[in-house]
């Protein structure tokens, strides 16, 4: 399972500590600039892969601090953040290969 929530700029640190939480860093969790990421949003995207449990504990620990995307935004956010991986990927191969 998964989720994606956007922090605004100002509430980003709050983000940053919030993923620090004991579930919550035992899960896939990748924080991204919004913008940077080439998504249509404004903020700091998280993507959190992981136990259901955990995503819920996440979104209990940001209140209002942040907004969980819905399914297609989040899936389109998640497609970004996969083509992000495999464009890394391909550069290292490219270095090392």
Known sequence: ????????????????????????????????????????????????EGLEAAIERFAELAGDAAQRLPEAKAAAVQALLKREEEDAAEGVGFLFG
């Open 1 to 48: 399972m998964y989720a994606v929530f956007l922090f605004s700029a100002e509430a980003a640190g709050e983000a940053r500590s919030l993923v620090s939480d004991d579930l919550v860093s035992r899960q896939s969790v990748t924080l991204r600039d919004a913008e940077a990421l080439g998504a249509d949003l404004e903020g700091l995207v998280v993507a959190i």
